[in-house]
């Protein structure tokens, strides 16, 4: 054997270590029995394509076997993450090392699985069951908790679902009645649910994670009967970036490659078209040796059993998965979270969703991630019970309700929020209901201060097209979103469309409000701004003039809404030519801002510069321009 090899020096580094710790041990171990042959219940073969995990192994091997430093030990991961691999691997290992052992394989999958294994493990045995004993599971029990079976690994697989482990689910008892106590025995189970982890194994939990690039790649090799189909590397990385890296994703793929015989970039594209495609791709069934018979094996519907199963042990949970898969996956703000009553409900909804690994805690942030194909596995199970429409209902008013205004002080709150509301806009094309277009409003508004106005024109437009649709014309929810949508057309440079708009939601406010209203005097500022903007500036002036006069009656000196009026129509005088009627009304402004506003107010600073720019101008011009 070649000494350099990863393998042999892994093992070799066992062995050491192994017969280090003989010597300290021997006492101990000559008082354990041995049974004079081992017996093998292992239901697969060994997986010749088993990629990696060295450490994992490693891990398993120091506590179970080497160091005795427990007796019961859990691998908990998401669904398809490879727990029961790494598991399959470790029993393999221990009957080619470490002979003495028995092994024993229990999935817990169902009652009914567990009981035909403890029959298999019977009749493997040989145990002489009593004949006024019915029940195998006692049988075994009792034979593995005796010295005559000599050392044992007894492998749980699949120890998901608590009425299976700890009710009674069935009239036999359940699976933890029937778990052997042996100072000679070691018990590994798999679960993907950390606190079941928690409650079998206490503190002795190892997680499993996704692979790693290189274990993934080399996965994906070995499973393609095609090996060319990797000769493009940004391709072959793409396509593991899509599928996260999860084994169970990689081995669909790789069947789904095999049998339509289609290239890495066609799947990608399907992968990626639609998320209809995306849910087909993920819902296909595929032959696999290494998974139990009569199995599913695709993404989706491996996921869909525990979906159930978090349903019918907690609601909260179940909803609020629901809720995550309407919004981004990524960076989940907490506050965004449905609100429920009492607060630690949702702690425990979210610790049920964290003790799946559907969802992540971000390291020093009170956010969260959720695995991305968990995401679109559950709009799977949600359309299989045709709950998404009205979820996407409940998500709309959720969103209206937290979402922050426009005021640029909320930036940080808004900037967390948005990839989520948009997400969900997106997803919604079809829904029909005013909070969709509320929540529209308040998008586009956001995303117009924070320079995103192209996004903000899009959303803007559809919310005030809908309104137009269903409003009359003087309804304040369409002329509110008519008002909005020509402001974000300005921005854009689409001068003449806001004209338009605004000259309409001016003329009707005109009749609806009165003079001093101040939707009917934002309206007419607005259109002021953007008629300069047209080169309308008499028509900007004489509409500035009018609301200037109107809110020094209404208003106090030092009002914001009364200086930015005052502000703009020095603007419009300037541009009209009436420099020096500028330069007055502007010097009052700043006098007043000086009072009011600290040094560095941006509204103060601009104020002084734009009176710095007239000076100047008054200054070039001899002060001879005013006409």
Same mark, same amino acid.
């Given at each position: ?11 070799? &580094? ?24 081992? /017996? ?25 076997? @080497? ?12 669904? &398809?993450? &490879? ?11 221990? +009957? ?11 999935? *817990? ?30 049988? @075994? ?8 079976? &000599? ?69 994906? +090799? ?91 042990? #907690? ?91 426009? #005021? ?72 509110? /979103?008519?008002?909005?949508? *020509? +402001? ?140």
């Amino acid at each position: 054997m070649d000494r350099s090899d990863e393998s042999y020096r892994f093992v070799a &580094g066992v062995l050491k270590q192994f017969l280090k710790n003989a010597s300290s041990n021997a006492e101990h171990k000559a008082e354990v029995p041995c049974s004079t042959t081992s /017996s093998y219940c292992i239901p697969f073969l060994r997986n010749q394509h088993f990629i990696g995990r060295t450490e994992k192994l490693k891990e398993l091997q120091e506590k179970l076997i @080497v160091s005795s430093h427990c007796r019961k030990l859990a691998l908990v991961g998401l669904g &398809g993450v &490879g727990k029961t691999q790494v598991a399959l691997q470790f029993a393999y290992t221990v +009957k080619e090392h470490w002979p003495e052992y028995s092994i024993f394989w229990a999935p *817990a999958i169902s009652a009914e699985s567990f009981e035909r294994a403890y029959r298999d493990i019977a009749t493997r045995c040989s145990t002489a069951l009593d004949p006024k004993q019915e029940d195998p599971k006692e049988s @075994v029990r009792r034979y593995l908790n005796s010295d005559s079976a &000599g050392r044992w690994l007894l492998i749980v697989d699949n120890a998901d679902d608590k009425e299976i482990l700890f009710g009674e689910s069935s009239d036999s008892g359940s699976v933890i009645d029937y778990l052997p106590k042996s100072e000679n025995g070691l018990t590994l189970f798999t679960t993907r649910h950390r606190e079941i982890a928690v409650l079998l194994a206490r503190h002795e939990v190892v997680q499993v994670q996704e692979m790693n690039q290189a274990e993934a790649e080399t996965f994906l +090799k070995q499973s393609l009967t095609q090996k060319e189909m990797l000769y493009d590397q940004k391709n072959t990385t793409e396509l593991l970036d899509e599928l996260a890296f999860l084994p169970l994703a990689i081995a669909q793929a790789a069947a789904y490659l095999n049998a339509m015989q289609i290239s890495v970039p066609e799947y990608l594209s399907l992968l990626r078209s639609t998320e209809q495609n995306t849910a087909s791709l993920l819902s296909r069934e595929f032959h696999d040796d290494t998974r139990y018979k009569n199995s599913k094996n695709s993404v989706a519907a491996t996921w869909l059993v525990s979906f159930d199963q978090v349903r019918r042990s #907690d609601s909260i949970a179940a909803d609020l998965l629901s809720f995550l898969s309407c919004i981004e996956y990524k960076a989940i703000p907490r506050s965004i979270l449905p609100s429920v009553k009492p607060q630690e409900r949702i702690v425990y909804a979210v610790g049920t969703l964290r003790a799946y690994a559907f969802v992540t805690r971000r390291k020093d942030s009170d956010s969260y991630d959720m695995h991305q194909l968990v995401h679109l596995a559950t709009k799977v199970w949600l359309d299989k019970h045709g709950a998404r429409e009205a979820l996407n209902e409940k998500v709309a008013t959720r969103l209206v309700e937290i979402f922050p205004s426009d #005021d640029y002080s909320n930036r940080v709150l808004w900037r967390e929020f948005l990839p989520h509301a948009l997400q969900f806009l997106r997803n919604t094309k079809k829904l029909d209901i005013e909070a969709r277009y509320e929540l529209c409003m308040a998008v586009g508004r956001c995303l117009r201060v924070d320079g995103r106005v192209g996004e903000a024109v899009v959303w803007l437009s559809e919310c005030f097209l809908w309104r137009q649709d269903r409003y009359p014309e003087d309804h304040p929810d369409r002329l509110n /979103s008519q008002y909005e949508l *020509a +402001k974000v057309y300005q921005a854009d440079g689409q001068v003449k469309k806001a004209v338009k708009l605004l000259e309409q939601v001016v003329v009707i406010r005109e009749k609806l409000l009165k003079e001093d209203h101040p939707s009917r005097l934002a309206s007419q500022y607005q259109l002021a701004i953007v008629c300069q903007a047209d080169g309308q500036v008499k028509e900007a002036v004489k509409l500035l003039e009018h609301i200037v006069a109107i809110r020094e009656k209404v208003l106090r000196e030092d009002h914001p809404s009364r200086l930015a009026s005052q502000h703009m129509l020095a603007g419009a005088y300037q541009a009209n030519g009436h420099v020096n009627e500028a330069v007055k009304l502007l010097e009052h402004v700043v006098a007043i801002k000086k009072r009011v506003f600290r040094e560095d107010h941006p509204s103060r600073l601009i104020s002084q510069r734009a009176l710095l720019r007239l000076h100047a101008q008054q200054r070039s011009e001899g002060g001879s321009n005013e006409n």
